[in-house]
């Protein structure tokens, strides 16, 4: 892949709906993203990102709005735009009953390579993802993380200057995650856009350089990892306490100090509140102190306390009073998309 350098943006969308039938997944959606990294859309199932990602790859025309990708409209030069994108979706779009080689050649050889020069960035692309050994083996052999790789692979056998990941991890074990995280970064190292969507957040918060979290077919907070962080406070506090019976007691008096959303973790002597909000005259440190002193004086005994930075999962529970778990999937959309 030969490194080359972006400016600019690479998508900008403004207004985009889409709706297939009364359902509504995308309801004036707006995107700036930036050329030359990693962009993170975040949200869960249902919130509109795959059909988001279908709009701008030019596989859905939408309803309402537009959309440029590298100054391209999607609707009038779709043609344009696909020469200059790549999409990985959600399932295997390699032909299974094929090898990894015979995959990567028949695809080359549709973009016009001759075959000895397919033959080659084939062996190339499998070396470079850790699959030269399984290169022989018929894809529906491979694992789920091989078969990411070999879906990467095909997506940039002709380097795309922006390549769509929707959801590219999901079903992966953590050492299959790491191995594509790795490979996302060595794309983008090369020169390449990425729009990466995801609906975990320890992934976004790992490959994104920005974030736009999505809910309900619309942007609700677009921004860095820590600029997002910031917005719902300086820090969080972690509590666990001694006797389980006291959390409601403890709830109760961490609502009232700090005037801000208390958590109730699934272990019964877990509490996690956000501190230092914009609203308060005090930083985060002085916060928890407060809150450890109160917890003191009512008796209530705590064995274990930390004060950290909030994560993505509380800040998308923050913006959307849920959690960023999979909700209702996107079956409806997938399936008119696919029509």
Same mark, same amino acid.
């Given at each position: ?14 207004? +985009?709906? $889409?709706?297939? %039938? ?5 309801? /004036?959606? !707006?995107?700036?993203?930036? *050329?030359? =990294? &990693? ?19 030019? +596989?859905? $025309?939408?309803? %309402? ?5 590298? /100054?391209? !409209?999607?609707?009038?030069? *779709?043609? =344009? &735009? ?258």
């Amino acid at each position: 892949m030969s490194s080359r350098r972006s400016t600019g943006l690479a998508i900008e969308a403004e207004g +985009l709906t $889409r709706s297939f %039938g009364e359902t509504r997944a995308l309801a /004036g959606l !707006d995107l700036q993203v930036p *050329a030359g =990294a &990693v962009y993170g859309v975040l949200g869960p199932n249902g919130a509109g990102k795959t059909t988001a990602v279908r709009v701008l790859a030019t +596989l859905l $025309r939408p309803d %309402g709005g537009r959309a440029r990708v590298f /100054g391209h !409209d999607v609707v009038t030069e *779709a043609d =344009a &735009v696909r020469a200059r994108v790549s999409l990985t979706g959600q399932y295997a779009s390699v032909d299974e009953d094929l090898t990894g080689t015979e995959n990567l050649i028949l695809l080359g050889r549709l973009l016009g390579l001759r075959k000895p020069a397919a033959r080659q960035r084939a062996e190339q692309l499998l070396a470079a993802f850790g699959l030269t050994e399984a290169a022989g083996r018929q894809v529906k052999k491979y694992s789920g993380g091989m078969r990411r790789r070999i879906d990467i692979a095909a997506s940039i056998l002709n380097t795309p200057d922006l390549m769509f990941l929707d959801e590219p991890t999901t079903g992966l074990d953590p050492r299959s995650r790491n191995q594509v995280w790795e490979i996302v970064r060595a794309v983008v190292a090369h020169g390449t856009t990425v729009l990466l969507t995801t609906q975990y957040l320890d992934e976004a918060d790992k490959l994104a350089s920005r974030i736009a979290v999505v809910d309900h077919g619309r942007v609700i907070a677009e921004g860095t990892p820590g600029e997002l962080k910031s917005s719902v406070g300086t820090g969080t506090v972690h509590l666990r306490l001694r006797d389980a019976s006291v959390r409601p007691e403890a709830e109760r008096l961490l609502r009232t100090v700090l005037d801000a959303p208390v958590q109730l973790e699934p272990d019964p002597v877990a509490i996690t509140a956000r501190v230092g909000g914009a609203g308060s005259d005090l930083d985060a440190g002085a916060q928890a102190a407060r809150v450890l002193s109160e917890l003191s004086r009512a008796g209530i005994v705590v064995d274990d306390f930390s004060l950290g930075q909030p994560s993505l999962d509380e800040v998308f529970l923050a913006l959307t009073d849920h959690p960023a778990a999979p909700a209702e999937d996107e079956r409806d959309e997938t399936l008119e998309a696919a029509r």
